[in-house]
């Protein structure tokens, strides 16, 4: 079984930071590519960036060269580094864990003034 822990959502006002975090535990064999996803009201799920077994990111044109991604060495474990919020990132957050197809339970990120 495998468990994804995330943190790190809340309200911030635009042009505001947040770090969102993921722990990935259980049967994993190995380091895996890990996703961030997030989904708006109304809207679907869009996969925001990824990162690669050998820590090599990928984003969507949308976040690119405001959010980082990034994972501890050796550990299933990934951040996403947001900043320059703008309203439109309003959305549940997801981690999810590649090969194995698992979902975290989601992160709200709020940003409004």
């Known amino acids: 079984q495998v468990q994804l822990v995330e943190s790190g959502g809340g309200l911030v006002q635009p042009g505001g930071s947040l770090r969102l975090s993921c722990a990935a535990s259980?049967?994993?064999?190995?380091?895996?590519?890990m996703d961030w996803f997030r989904q708006a009201p109304g809207k679907e799920r869009e996969l925001v960036a990824r990162?690669?077994?050998?820590?090599?990111?990928y984003y969507a044109d949308s976040v690119k060269g405001r959010f980082t991604i990034s994972r501890i060495n050796g550990k299933n474990t990934v951040y996403l580094q947001m900043n320059s919020l703008k309203p439109e990132d309003t959305a549940v957050y997801y981690c999810?864990?590649?090969?194995?197809?698992?979902w975290g339970q989601g992160t709200q990120v709020t940003v409004s003034s």
């Open positions: 999810h864990l590649g090969p194995y197809n698992y």
């Open positions: 259980g049967r994993i064999l190995g380091i895996v590519a």
């Open positions: 990162i690669s077994s050998g820590s090599n990111g």
